[in-house]
């Protein structure tokens, strides 16, 4: 491929003065010029095919003459070549050129930007005046004198300079007899491309840089001076990811805080006004900053509205000017204010707590006519902690998450998207901006994964049927219980299943075994399972007359299946999610006493109580209506 090559020097051509008894005037034109590569340097020596053309504008428009490809032998950057020797230039070509121009063009390369011809190549059309030189032709000796007398008197003459008043150049046509000559520099003498003025540094002949090494400029003396020729991360630019990438890759954000309060009203005639805050995460240094505010009343121009930054330094926004009802503006660092400057946050953290007081000075007071809309911070940064794809990315060899066994920080709105694989749930988890939502990357539930609770197990597999899963409460060992995932919020584990006449629902120690609400026999979670497993509330279901309670318990820790003397009951409700707690523990917690029970509890007797007379009476649950012994299910949650 050929490189860009400028023509620096163009024309240099002898000035001929012809008489009529010289030879005819010669119809080349000489050209000299340097040929310089677009690094900087000369062209490499050798031959070079170059074409010349003539035309009467600098750009576009048909060539009046043209010639080439010729051969031009170039050395040390130099050539010159003789314009005409093959294809003659027409003198007629030059008469009808207001203005001449010559472009260049070397090899198949576009033509360079055309240079315009000195007085130099117009000498050519002196050759048309010895064309006068003709046969036959009257001449002063075939006309009388007589006849002009009356065409040259003496007294017309009277102001015409005579000969000895001229100066000696007119009759010697030397430059050299020219009075007050002028200081040309050398080169008008010698025509010597060195004796220029002002010449481009060239290098040295056969200077060369380095392997892995490339040109980064001239030196005074014509050396080279060289820079590393790999990329790295010294000579790369800090925001040039975009560059390098073709605007695939970024690492330029524009991050905004925006109020969480608004809209927020405004008190008329309160000079004080309203102030509202936003707290600006740690986004990174700033490369722009700008606030924009929306605020509505019925007459901006009692307005006066101020910023405030993290270190309690003031910029007026807007202070009781213009018309109208609204101000919908943004306020960029740079930018002219009422009073203050955004600017010196450039290249800091705007990290803090940023304020905006909005004042209507004017009104009835205690009216509101006025509203802060909205209003942001929008920081712009050069982030050394995340990248972003514009374009589609295709990882060829594979994407991996970044790994913890815990959530790396809160959830909030500024890493709204972030996602991570939990190492011990076996889930991604991804930030919505308010908490973080789990999507299992392998069966949960399950012997080799248990969840820790059915409702962990629903979170992570959004739609699982009802099923019995395996769950392993914080600190307790997996167990396989029943789940319902579809009623009642959904989420629930089945903690105990009472059968009238059984004492399995009082075994504080049980291991399980439960596999439907339903089943034939009695089962139990362990109390301290239960415990674990409780977050929100207990659900009763006991006998077939209106048999679902859901109650709560205001101290977990005391719950206890094992009745003793003085247990308060647990307050229960006929509506889910509507019971709260209320009385006084006494050391633990049943879920009903038999002195004081609510029309529907699961019973249950110690072994001692009241001399032992009623252990095998009072067990399974009590439904009022239907009395003792009844059959039912708890679920926890």
């Known amino acids: 491929m050929h490189r860009l090559i400028r023509i620096f020097a163009l024309l240099s051509a002898p000035v001929v003065i012809a008489t009529a008894a010289q030879a005819a005037v010669p119809n080349q034109l000489a050209v000299a010029g340097a040929i310089v590569a677009a690094g900087g340097g000369s062209a490499v020596d050798g031959d070079y095919a170059l074409t010349f053309a003539l035309y009467g504008q600098a750009q576009g428009g048909a060539s009046a003459w043209k010639e080439g490809p010729i051969v031009v032998t170039v050395k040390g950057g130099q ?32 033509e360079l930007p055309r240079k315009t011809l000195g007085a130099v190549a117009y000498a050519l059309r002196a050759a048309k005046a010895e064309a006068v030189d003709c046969t036959g032709c009257i001449g002063a000796a075939h006309i009388d004198a007589k006849l002009l007398a009356e065409f040259a008197k003496s007294t017309d003459l009277a102001n015409f300079v005579q000969a000895s008043a001229l100066a000696k150049v007119a009759a010697s046509g030397n430059y050299k007899d020219l009075a007050n000559l002028p200081q040309l520099a050398d080169v008008a003498a010698t025509g010597q491309y060195k004796d220029l003025l002002g010449l ?26 060289c820079a590393d020729g790999g990329v790295s991360v010294a000579n790369l630019p800090k925001d040039g990811l975009d560059e390098i990438s073709n605007g695939l890759l970024t690492n330029q954000f524009k991050e905004v805080a925006a109020s969480p309060k608004a809209p927020i009203d405004i008190a008329d005639a309160f000079p004080a006004g309203v102030t509202d805050a936003i707290d600006v995460p740690d986004f990174g240094l700033a490369e722009s900053l700008a606030v924009t505010i929306d605020i509505v009343n019925s007459d901006i121009s009692k307005l006066r509205v101020t910023l405030f930054d993290p ?42 707590i940023w304020s905006l007081q909005v004042a209507d000075l004017a009104g009835t007071f205690g009216g509101k006519d006025g509203k802060l809309n909205a209003w942001s911070i929008e920081v712009g940064t050069l982030s050394t902690k995340k990248v972003a794809a514009t374009g589609v990315l295709q990882a060829q060899g594979g994407f991996q998450y970044p790994v913890a066994a815990s959530h790396p920080f809160g959830c909030s709105a500024a890493n709204f998207g972030y996602t991570y694989a939990n190492s011990k749930d ?10 973080w939502f789990a999507l299992a990357i392998q069966g949960v539930g399950t012997a080799d994964n248990p969840g820790t609770s059915c409702k962990d197990i629903l979170d992570k597999v959004p739609g699982s049927k009802d099923a019995i899963y395996w769950v392993a409460p914080p600190g307790q060992p997996a167990v396989q219980t029943y789940c319902d995932m579809t009623n009642n919020g959904s989420g629930w584990t089945l903690a105990a299943r009472m ?4 004492w399995c629902h009082i075994d504080a120690n049980a291991v399980g075994g439960l596999t439907s609400p ?12 239960i415990k674990a497993l409780y977050t929100d509330q207990f659900w009763l279901s006991c006998g077939n007359t209106s048999p679902h309670r859901f109650g709560k318990i205001d101290n977990i820790a005391n719950f206890d299946t094992t009745a003793k003397v003085g247990n308060k009951k647990m307050t229960w409700s006929m509506t889910y999610g509507g019971p709260t707690y209320s009385g006084t523990d006494e050391g633990c917690c049943n879920l009903g006493d038999h002195n004081y029970h609510s029309p529907h509890i699961i019973y249950s007797i110690a072994t001692g109580y009241n001399n032992g007379n009623y252990k095998a009476d009072w067990s399974g649950c009590y439904n009022s ?9 708890l679920y926890v949650r």
Do not use: M
Request: glycine content about 18%; charged content about 15%.
């Open 79 to 110: 050539f010159a070549a003789a314009l005409g020797a093959v294809n003659p230039i027409p003198q007629s070509a030059l008469a009808a050129l207001s203005e001449a121009w010559l472009g260049v063009a070397v090899g198949n390369d576009p």
């Open 200 to 225: 481009p540094v060239l290098p040295k002949v056969g200077a060369a840089c380095g392997t892995g090494l490339l040109v980064k400029g001239f030196k005074a003396d014509g050396s080279l001076e």
């Open 311 to 352: 270190t309690g330094a003031s910029y007026k926004l807007h202070d009781q000017g213009g018309s109208g009802t609204a101000i919908k503006a943004t306020f960029k660092a740079g930018d002219k204010l009422v009073a203050g400057d955004l600017a010196p946050w450039i290249g800091k953290n705007a990290k803090g």
């Open 426 to 435: 076996k889930a991604l988890y991804i930030c919505n901006g308010k908490g």
């Open 499 to 502: 059968v009238g006449g059984s």
């Open 518 to 529: 339903g089943q034939s026999g009695c089962a139990k979670l362990s109390d301290a399972a």
């Open 625 to 633: 209506p239907e009395g003792w012994h009844r059959s039912g299910y």
